[in-house]
């Protein structure tokens, strides 16, 4: 981060002066006023936001809107005023819905400005005053303690036993120890600025003093901000293939609609006839209730999300995550727990395992596969017992859930205390604390002074294991009190290397015995020529249904990658746990981010599986080089940093529990379990919605294509329109729509997690459907046109009925034709009846049918009339033709 390159290297007393002020003192009002109109207020900066009138315009400008507004003008124009009107319903309804998704879904800056202190102390002309966090300039001195978020980019000056939360920015799952000492290198991670403390991170322990460096939009909050704002947000792969299609169906109703009119008054027909008839053609080639029935398919997948843990933000997510070929995922609370657990103990020279999953203090100690008693040696029973009195953090149970209150590593070692049965309580009947030595990042150990119930008192002291081991005089060793030896120390040095090794976060724990009647008052007395009990190593484990969802992912095609700001030991051992590494598999650091470019990252970046100790620009930097590869994009996260990287990928999927609103707001998909596995429930999901659309799309243009080429066929032959207009506008707008929506209902089919993702560019006409449009429609046309010329025998006062003959023809076959399109092989490959919702909407089309062909009322309106009954035998045995002829090629073919 260039803005801090040179305050961390500075000693604080260089510092006073390069930002010319006092440290005793602070700035003057005046010299505030002076640099707030240099630097302006203490906030995070908005873009220019798009009145909510354009908003709604833009809702307009797709090419499939425009040519649909134009039909409903012509239908006016010509007095089909309820076609008119159904048409427009249609296109309002698709512009509000989009509208009220894209006034919810730019949100994210105000969540992000949320983030920001409200409050903070401030030192002025020598006082310590309280003003609001905006307030604040470059220069300010400002102090925090445990519970403040910091209120800008600050350089320490001070830090007393300090540490602060900075996950949501960088990914580190634990609070950072801070101190003040210059760090004399320039190429660091934010994560690696110990003497640095940021905008909007919070102090979970100790407290501080620093002086402001850089506030709004140059603090660290202030650059995702900007990257939040500069992020491009994609057009899904549905919408392009939906634009794609629009314009294929314009052009090829304009061509075939010229025809039939040209046909037709070469024929003979009046030219206003045609023209109406062309007109009915044009908007029967477009299908109108498309759009609609997209976005019904997609709410209804919306709801079988939130069914599966997974709130959908934005419509077209849906889809977009079902042909994800890569998804980049946060390792902190996403892949693991964001709970710190204790999973191995050494003491007494033996290796234990631990058990048990998050903050639920239940769990066995393992020797090997045994379950052993943790007091059945003594040096075990005393690790735990002092871990727990050495102790701040409180478990906590809200009747759902456990949870921690406290620093997260002490919390593991309650946890791991509480799983041997010991409790506060207990432990409070037996022991008293006399005095406290707090944990200090440079002694790297906090004590606390014991007295037990005979009046005995004790130092116990825990802290970072190389710290404890040069104070430690003695161990406990093989159940017995052992001097401190050469082969000892190294004993305990194995143990220490093997547990990071596991990327376990280590704590020694030790005591010494005092004499009666004393005890020491400093720090130094109180921690030497001790006693070293054991270790403690701990993790932010896995989930442990995170592995399997990530098989499945990979059996779908779909490549699983971490991305994380903990270290690269961390990150790997995780990730190997999880089943991400393999021989090949690299392991990239952000130092080696930092060096290269886009096109340079592209060029390994589908071979590797972590990213390490990354920041936000990291983040954009990998989503932009898989985007080039040609992969679509899912990146999960929860913090602030991720936010960025969340809004520039095809899909951004966010943790609903642990996730900032920031995150949130910058997602398409919000995870309510925080649970990686409901990622590939979505995945699943996504991908049989997508079938379900090609489905409709298969079903409403192999009708209309029978619409049009049944008229077609009979200018040709010189014969009259088999069908009138307005009952081709009925069939397009009625028969088509019910059975259309309810395939957007079917179930999935059993392998729809078995094949890969479908390519980004492919269109929607792929593998096959575009022969099966044609084909079907084709066939649908050739029957009603037959019914038509069976019932018609050139009799002209036998034309009504023949045109309600060739309707119900026309109707009956499509369907028919409505179950074909559920398998690409067969009517019978799957249960008719699996899909009630398909089934009832056939039984309401065939009704409706019947009420127009038979309702007097309608008759009139429609250009109908009664059928006897031997000719619907003629209407079944024709409508059904095409069902067996498409299934006979299909076999022949697969027979070949």
């Known amino acids: 981060m260039r803005n801090y390159m040179k305050f961390h290297e500075m000693p604080v007393d260089d510092l006073e002066r390069s930002l010319a002020t006092n440290f ?5 009002n005046d010299e505030v006023k002076k640099r707030r109109k240099q630097h302006g207020y203490n906030e995070l900066e908005e873009g220019e936001k798009q009145s909510a009138l354009l908003l709604f315009f833009s809702q307009f400008k797709d090419f499939m809107v425009l040519v649909l507004l134009g039909a409903t003008l012509i239908s006016g124009l010509l007095g089909e005023y309820v076609d008119a009107i159904a048409i427009m319903a249609i296109v309002l309804l698709n512009g509000f819905l989009g509208f009220f998704q894209e006034r919810k879904a730019e949100k994210s800056l105000q969540a992000l400005k949320e983030l920001s202190a409200p409050q903070v102390m401030v030192l002025r002309d020598g006082d310590w005053i309280k003003v609001l966090s905006k307030e604040i300039v470059p220069g300010d001195i400002i102090r925090f303690g445990a519970g403040d978020r910091i209120g800008a980019d600050t350089r320490l000056i001070e830090a007393k036993s300090l540490e602060i939360e900075e996950s949501a920015l960088t990914g580190e799952s634990v609070p950072v120890e801070k101190n003040v000492a210059p760090i004399r290198e320039s190429k660091l991670s934010i994560g690696d600025m110990y003497n640095m403390a940021f905008m909007g991170t919070l102090v979970t322990r100790g407290s501080g003093v620093g002086v402001v460096v850089s506030t709004g939009m140059k603090t660290a909050m202030g650059q995702i901000a900007d990257l939040l704002q500069s992020a491009e947000s994609t057009m899904t792969p549905l919408q392009r293939r939906l634009e794609e299609l629009g314009k294929i169906l314009i052009l090829t109703a304009l061509l075939l609609t010229a025809l039939v009119v040209v046909v037709g008054i070469i024929q003979g027909h009046d030219l206003y006839t045609m023209f109406f008839a062309g007109v009915s053609l044009a908007v029967a080639a477009i299908p109108e209730g498309l759009p609609a ?5 997609l709410s209804l997948g919306v709801q079988k999300m939130i069914k599966r843990n997974a709130i959908v933000r934005k419509l077209p997510a849906v889809e977009t995550l079902g042909c994800a070929s890569v998804i980049c995922s946060d390792k902190t609370g996403t892949m693991t727990q964001n ?30 596969d045994r379950s052993v008693q943790p007091n059945s040696e003594k040096s075990f029973q005393q690790l735990l017992t002092f871990g727990m009195l050495c102790n701040h953090a409180e478990l906590k149970n809200d009747g759902d859930h456990y949870y921690l209150d406290g620093d997260p590593t002490e919390g593991a070692m309650l946890v791991a205390a509480m799983k041997a ?25 906090m004590s606390v002074i014991v007295e037990d119930r005979n ?9 970072a294991p190389d710290v404890l081991l040069k104070v430690s005089d003695s161990i406990l060793y093989d159940n017995k009190l052992q001097y401190l030896s050469e082969a000892l120390r190294k004993n305990v040095v194995q143990a220490i290397e093997s547990m990071a090794e596991q990327a376990l976060r280590t704590i020694a724990v030790a005591f010494k015995p005092l004499q009666t009647g004393t005890y020491p008052l400093h720090e130094m007395e109180a921690e030497k020529d001790l006693t070293l009990v054991g270790l403690q190593g701990m993790i932010d484990p896995p989930r442990p249904e995170v592995r399997e969802a990530v098989k499945q992912c990979k059996k779908a095609g779909i490549q699983t990658v971490m991305i994380t700001g903990d270290h690269a030991i961390t990150a790997r051992a995780i990730a ?26 592209e060029e390994v970046v589908e071979k590797t599986t972590v990213f390490a100790r990354v920041s936000p620009e990291h983040k954009l930097k990998i989503v932009k080089a898989f985007q080039n590869r040609g992969h679509i994009v899912a990146m999960t996260g929860d913090g602030v940093n991720d936010a960025p990287a969340i809004k520039a990928a095809d899909i951004g999927v966010a943790m609903g529990i642990t996730g900032t609103d920031v995150a949130k707001e910058a997602s398409s998909l919000v995870l309510l379990d925080d649970n990686f596995t409901t990622i590939k429930a979505a995945i699943e999901e996504g991908r049989n919605i997508y079938e379900n659309i090609r489905k409709f799309i298969r079903y409403l243009l192999a009708s209309n294509v029978g619409e049009i080429l049944v008229m077609l066929f009979a200018m040709l032959l010189a014969l009259p329109l088999p069908l009138v207009p307005i009952q081709i506008l009925w069939v397009n707008l009625v028969t088509d729509g019910l059975p259309a929506m309810a395939l957007g209902l079917d179930p999935s089919e059993e392998d729809v997690m078995n094949r890969k993702p479908r390519h980004p560019k492919e269109g929607v006409f792929a593998r096959g459907l ?51 399109c559920r398998s690409d092989t067969s009517v019978f490959a799957r249960n008719p009846f699996e899909n009630k919702y398909l089934v009832g909407a056939v039984i309401s ?28 035998l003629l209407i079944t045995g024709l409508a059904a033709i095409p069902t067996f002829v498409w299934m006979g090629s299909h076999f022949t073919r697969k027979s070949v």
Do not use: C
């Not at 005793?24 to 003057?28: A, C, D, F, K, Y």
């Not at 409070?428 to 944990?439: D, G, L, N, S, Y």
């Not at 009046?455 to 002291?461: D, H, P, Q, R, S």
């Open 339 to 368: 709970k710190m657990t204790v999973t191995k103990l050494w003491s007494g020279g033996k290796m234990w395992g631990v058990s048990g999953q998050g903050y639920e203090p239940a769990g066995e100690f393992l020797d090997g």
């Open 455 to 463: 009046g005995k008192k004790f130092v116990v002291t825990k802290g």
């Open 770 to 820: 575009g022969w099966k449009v044609v084909s079907r429609g084709f066939l649908i046309g050739i029957v009603t046109l037959m019914a038509f010329m069976i019932a018609y025998q050139g009799q002209t006062e036998n034309l009504k009925y023949a045109q309600t003959v060739a309707f119900a023809t026309l109707v009956m076959a499509q369907l028919i034709h409505v179950f074909d």
């Open 24 to 28: 005793e003192r602070g700035l003057s």
């Open 845 to 872: 089309s065939l009704i409706l049918m019947l009420i127009v062909i038979y309702y007097p009322p309608l008759q009139t309106v429609f250009h109908t009339v009664a059928i006897d009954v031997k000719d619907w």
């Open 576 to 601: 190997k746990q999880l089943g991400l590494l393999t021989n090949q598999s690299l392991v990239l650091e952000g130092y080696q981010l930092n060096d290269m470019s886009v096109e340079e990252l």
């Open 421 to 445: 049965g010991l409790t506060r309580k207990s432990l409070k009947t037996q022991f008293k604390i006399v005095h406290e030595f707090p944990f200090d990042s440079e002694r790297k150990m």
């Open 293 to 297: 029935i997209v976005t019904v398919a």
